[in-house]
């Protein structure tokens, strides 16, 4: 039997946890697309996954032997997306330095961006603060029309089609200065700074819980990188001891 779950996960951590549930109920992975997760129902299964992030690009060789190290602990691919690769296994699938690493570099990276990105628009927004002030001191106040809307006086054929158009553009423009409207109500402030201090404020702070978001998935997964001593096993050692068993 068939089953289908629509989930949005921005923690792999989470996404581990949740198929590790489904697993137990006999849940096995099969597919994911859209944010859609196809399992097929197998009674009396019980399974364990791991979501983990390729040291190096798919079909490469530092991939394949880092798959096949999975494989010789049990655990088998069962979906790709770009780097990140899922395994299932009938046993609990260890969390190891090799495994943990990759992903937590990851999200680390994804940290340093959205942080770099976020104090921008945070310095930004601190100096519309302070060009509020000067602004008010050459008397540069907004109307609650910040924008401007686009005149409509076509005649012809192709000023009528340029109208339609303006006609589109001025919806966008009314619905920013609706916007602008409500934060110069909310701060008893007309000024083009607060304007710009409703873009930057917002997505600063977007920026910011983003950045938080993935420190604390990578400072979660370099615990457990950390915290684990077992590796996977050697897929190299292991075929040169099975030759020399033959050799024998």
Same mark, same amino acid.
């Given at each position: 039997?068939?089953?289908?779950?629509?989930?949005?996960?921005?923690?792999?951590?989470?996404?581990?946890?949740?198929?590790?549930?489904?697993?137990?109920?006999?849940?096995?992975?099969?597919?994911?697309?859209?944010?859609?997760?196809?399992?097929?129902?197998?009674?009396?299964?019980?399974?364990?996954?791991?979501?983990?992030?390729?040291?190096?690009?798919?079909?490469?060789?530092?991939?394949?032997?880092?798959?096949?190290?999975?494989?010789?602990?049990?655990?088998?691919?069962?979906?790709?997306?770009?780097?990140?690769?899922?395994?299932?296994?009938?046993?609990?699938?260890?969390?190891?330095?090799?495994?943990?690493?990759? =992903?937590?570099?990851? %999200? &680390?990276?994804?940290?340093?961006?959205?942080?770099?990105?976020?104090?921008? +628009? !945070?310095?930004?927004? /601190?100096?519309?603060?302070?060009?509020?002030?000067?602004?008010?001191?050459?008397?540069?106040?907004?109307?609650?029309?910040?924008?401007?809307?686009?005149?409509?006086?076509?005649?012809?054929?192709?000023?009528?089609?340029?109208?339609?158009?303006?006609?589109?553009?001025?919806?966008?423009?009314?619905?920013?200065?609706?916007?602008?409207?409500?934060?110069?109500?909310?701060?008893?402030?007309?000024?083009?700074?607060?304007?710009?201090?409703?873009?930057?404020?917002?997505?600063?702070?977007?920026?910011?819980?983003?950045?938080?978001?993935?420190?604390?998935?990578?400072? =979660?997964?370099?615990? %457990? &990188?950390?915290?684990?001593?077992?590796?996977?096993?050697?897929?190299?050692? +292991? !075929?040169?001891?099975? /030759?020399?068993?033959?050799?024998?």
């Amino acid at each position: 039997m068939s089953i289908s779950y629509f989930r949005i996960f921005f923690s792999r951590i989470r996404e581990r946890s949740w198929l590790d549930k489904l697993g137990k109920q006999g849940l096995l992975l099969n597919d994911i697309r859209d944010n859609r997760y196809y399992f097929e129902k197998n009674e009396g299964g019980r399974y364990f996954y791991a979501v983990e992030y390729l040291p190096a690009p798919y079909e490469s060789e530092e991939a394949d032997k880092y798959i096949e190290a999975r494989k010789a602990s049990g655990a088998e691919p069962v979906f790709l997306n770009g780097r990140w690769i899922y395994f299932v296994s009938e046993t609990e699938i260890p969390v190891t330095r090799k495994t943990a690493l990759p =992903s937590a570099k990851v %999200f &680390a990276v994804r940290a340093f961006y959205t942080g770099f990105f976020g104090l921008i +628009a !945070a310095a930004v927004t /601190g100096y519309q603060f302070y060009a509020i002030n000067w602004l008010e001191s050459v008397g540069r106040n907004f109307s609650e029309q910040t924008i401007k809307t686009l005149t409509l006086n076509g005649e012809s054929i192709a000023d009528k089609m340029l109208d339609a158009l303006k006609y589109v553009l001025n919806l966008f423009i009314r619905l920013a200065n609706l916007y602008f409207s409500l934060w110069y109500k909310m701060t008893g402030i007309t000024s083009g700074a607060m304007a710009v201090i409703s873009i930057t404020a917002p997505i600063a702070l977007v920026l910011m819980i983003f950045c938080a978001l993935n420190v604390n998935e990578s400072l =979660s997964l370099g615990y %457990f &990188a950390g915290s684990k001593k077992k590796e996977l096993p050697d897929v190299n050692a +292991a !075929a040169e001891k099975e /030759g020399d068993s033959d050799a024998e």
